[in-house]
């Protein structure tokens, strides 16, 4: 907006500031509502004031009625109390009306009376286009032209009877048609009415699109050189201070108060333990058929029917999708009781992933999957043990001297001083174990990051560039036949392919290792070839 609404009433001016809410009790306890924009927190409050004086209910129920219902069409809210039957004679529970206010000499403030708001509205009704400037508009001058569609610029225009009845004019723009072209411009996404209506989002990324295209555009009106100054740029520097922060040491406080980093590591969290079970649960399957039963269980919409069956909606102060709401939850869980307990891991018998954790999200995928089905239950709790291990239960390593490979494995498993008590469990089974290694390592360590910050250093670090130079590190190519085919086969073009060809087989070694040895020889893995590369990649800004 370049200039706000301004109404003169008995010879003074009267600035529009925002709207005012009348409830018939005080309120109180009224938790603040956090909204983040370029990495600063703003908190959106309740302040009370002095009621207004000399005014009917009547007088703002007209007016909330005309600007909220017969222009902005906001019939979705519940305006009246749920057990009144809809009785039209019922108070509704809170009145909104616009404030416009005058500066008083004496530091104190003066609203505009409800009534005259509605005489200003109802007398400055007028066609957006009257018929002799319509008659002449396609002859106009573009200095003119461009000239009276500044003044209507920012305008709210209605169409009663049509839908929507009102739209904010952007741009209008002169076409072959026989009416000038109204433009609005608002960032949506397709799915937009599916996302709302089920309460899967609305995503973090829409809301700061949204803030940042209907917001108050200056919140200094007068200076028309600032109304044009380069406002995008702060959220760019902003961006390059907070990528290029090192990893802390040391635990403190988090100045972040919203729960976007417990979404970010809990989604890695799901895809970590679903893949897993859905790994022992059919090692039969090769990896195209897990990955179509992980995308399954691994969506939105499958996380809101799981947070229904917690009634996780009854505990969100604010309206949050519920899928993002749950993934924080289980996030929140695993951070305060760990992934495992440390006292079960004996020589005996190693306990692999998630124990109370794993049990809890289990049981809720049980619960949505095999109501009472006890066979299937059966099947869903009892994961089977991984076929190579099947065949020899203790360890093969006597097969070491009847496959040459596995001679050279031996040399590998010294050089990493890694022992693998079944050497075959060389195979693939995704790179959710290191997708999860990682974002756990960043959200420990970089606590002044916000998701999307965290997510980017996790694609830079989780790639099939990084991976490679890992790959090439260790002297994987010495051990692995298959990538020594892939790389005769390749010419300069095709380097891409040979990078993928490497990162498959790191990924397939993170997978063994995680099978065989335990989800710590990932970490100290990771502590000692990536993590090193993520600090390369901040000072470098690459």
Known sequence: LKEPTVITYDGHDYVFEGFSVLYHVSLANVNDCIVVYHNIDYAIGLEEESPLEHYTIEELDLLQQYLLIDVCELYNIQWRPLNNNNDISTCTCYHFFPRFARILPDNGKELLHPAEQIQYFLKHIKPLMPNDLYSRCKSMS????????SKVQGSIVWFP?????????????????SYPVIVHFALTHPSRNYVLHNNLGPNPDHVKDTLANCRIRNTVYGDRKQLFRPITKRGVSTLFKIMAKKAKTCEYILEITNYERLEFLGDALLEFLVSIHLFFLFPQFDEGRLSTFSVGLIQNHFFTSLARNLCLQHFIIYNHGQANSFEALMDAIYLDGGLVKKSLFTKKKQIIFALSFRLLLIKLYRKFFCYQDKQLTNIWNN????????????????????????????????????????????????????????????????????????????????????????????????????????????????????????ADVFEAFIAALFIDPSLESIYALCRATIFPHLQDFISTQH
């Open 383 to 502: 994961l089977q043990e991984y076929p190579l291990k099947v065949q020899y239960l203790n360890s093969d390593p006597h097969l070491i001297e009847q496959v040459p490979l596995l001679k050279q494995l031996t040399k590998f498993e010294q050089d990493l001083e890694v022992e693998f008590r079944h050497i075959r469990i060389l195979e693939f089974l995704d790179d959710n174990v290191l997708n999860f290694v990682v974002s756990d390592y960043l959200y420990r360590h970089f606590l002044e990051h916000h998701e999307g910050h965290l997510s980017l250093l996790r694609s830079c670090t989780v790639s099939n560039p990084t991976q490679a130079v890992i790959y090439d590190e260790l002297g994987m190519q010495v051990y692995v036949d298959y990538v020594r085919e892939q790389l005769r086969m390749t010419t300069p073009k095709l380097i891409e392919k040979s990078l993928k060809a490497k």
């Open 161 to 177: 009877k049509h839908h929507p009845a009102a739209i904010r004019l952007d741009q209008l723009d002169r076409e072959n048609s």
């Open 142 to 149: 573009v200095d003119a032209w461009d000239k009276y569609v």
